[in-house]
T-cell receptor, first 113, second 113 residues
Framework: DQQVKQNSPSLSVQEGRISILNCDYT??????FLWYKKYPAEGPTFLIS?????DKNEDGRFTVFLNKSAKHLSLHIVPSQPGDSAVYFC????????????FGKGTHLIIQP | ETGVTQTPRHLVMGMTNKKSLKCEQH?????MYWYKQSAKKPLELMFV???????ENNSVPSRFSPECPNSSHLFLHLHTLQPEDSALYLC????????????FGPGTRLLVL
């Protein structure tokens, strides 16, 4: 049973607009969440993270929102750029509990010119 | 060299072969991880090492054997693999265990014939 779910396998957004990637989780013990970006033939690259004590974290064009009651997080990219085209993975961990990260299946973001 | 490196980048092996994957991190981290990414599946955690001690083994078959000789190097020894073991194998490291951002290598694309 998947504990981290990304229900959209792909998303197409026009350049300059906002991209919103969504992620849901089921394990209430998760307290640290991350977004990774992956290009073909490369390993995932860390983008941004958020601790469960916060509901928003912003870094440049990237903002992550966490809704603990809904067990939902989202990544907003604004404005979207062609170089943002990649697969985005949501990941979660239990601080002080299990090691390693639990990943979603990823969402392929395509930025249209 | 910076970050996390992995060799080889691509590997083709027969089911009776023995091979090893190598990972090296240049970040001064104390924890290292092996993940497996199969087609259309999320990344799956295989092994966790903290300060050179294996702390987690996620029910991985014994045909995969990890080794961590020091905090900078991690190996994954492979023997008598099956075709379904074909996947992308990713190494990652983090400063410490638990709730830490992990940094990934580029991966080794393995094909078992």
């Amino acid at each position: 049973d998947q504990q981290v779910k990304q229900n959209s396998p792909s998303l197409s957004v026009q350049e300059g607009r906002i991209s919103i990637l969504n992620c849901d989780y089921t394990n209430s013990m998760f307290d640290y969440f991350l977004w990774y970006k992956k290009y073909p033939a490369e390993g995932p690259t860390f983008l941004i993270s958020i601790s469960s004590i916060k509901d928003k974290n912003e870094d440049g064009r990237f903002t992550v929102f966490l809704n603990k009651s809904a067990k939902h997080l989202s990544l907003h990219i604004v404005p979207s750029q062609p170089g943002d085209s990649a697969v985005y993975f949501c990941a979660a961990s239990e601080g002080g509990g299990a090691d390693g990260l639990t990943f979603g299946k990823g969402t392929h973001l395509i930025i249209q010119p | 060299e910076t970050g996390v490196t992995q060799t080889p980048r691509h590997l083709v092996m027969g089911m009776t072969n023995k091979k090893s994957l190598k990972c090296e991190q240049h970040l001064g981290h104390n924890a290292m991880y092996w993940y497996k990414q199969s087609a259309k599946k999320p990344l799956e955690l295989m092994f966790v090492y903290s300060l050179e001690e294996r702390v987690e083994n996620n029910s991985v078959p014994s045909r995969f054997s990890p080794e961590c000789p020091n905090s900078s190097h991690l190996f994954l020894h492979l023997h008598t693999l099956q075709p379904e073991d074909s996947a992308l194998y990713l190494c990652a490291s983090s400063q410490e265990r638990w709730g830490q951002t992990q940094y990934f290598g580029p991966g080794t694309r393995l094909l078992v014939l």
